[in-house]
């Protein structure tokens, strides 16, 4: 075991010493790394992989994005009352960036940039409970049931994130690294609504309808604050 990690040892002192710098117009993917637990593609202010895109030896532009669709539903019978709930999200958003290189020591890199990332929430959610044995419930008839749809609002939130990190090229194609960040966002203004309907002993009541507005706002965060990163260039 010994003679393993000398020589692994060995080999990333030899790599390193003929390491080089990637070429000017080169490309890269940049991915997290979360320690002995592998692998985390949330490098990216939108926690996704990041594209990476050299203008020059000093200029690199950033590039990443995410979509995400999500359905979740469940049901259940109890005391005579069928219950169902839904919910339906998505989240749609991009990242565009640049990083300027500060200062190169031996086979660091230290640099410091920003990224702008606007993004758009929106979900829907859906419960309702039925009787279906009037029986077990003590009141109401079979069929009466209660309904309640909420949709949320579509949040747009426009982020700029400045960073400053490092990479350490263990050879001209990879390189590990760590970065640092904080960011300021601001969500525009937006609007949601619930409309609950329901029968009762049979007979439809009129549905009632609810709204609230959320105010347009500023929000001071670290999102992926501080990341350990791996950089494939090609």
Known sequence: MKKIILFFCFSLLVISTFAQFPDPGSKGFTFGLNGLQGISLSAAHTSTLQYKLSQNENFIWRFSGVLTLTNYGSTSTSGGRYYDNESRNS???????????????????????????????????TSSNTIIDETLTGNGLNGDFSKSVTKNPSIINIGLYPFLGFEYFISKNFSIGAEFSFGISYSLDAKSSTVSSSRVNGINQPDISNSSEQKPQFNFNSTNGAVITGSVYF
């Open 91 to 125: 989240t749609v958003g991009i990242g565009i960036g640049c990083e300027k290189v500060i200062a190169k020591v031996n086979r660091f890199r230290i640099y410091g940039g920003g990224d702008l990332v606007p993004m758009m929430t929106s979900g829907t959610s």
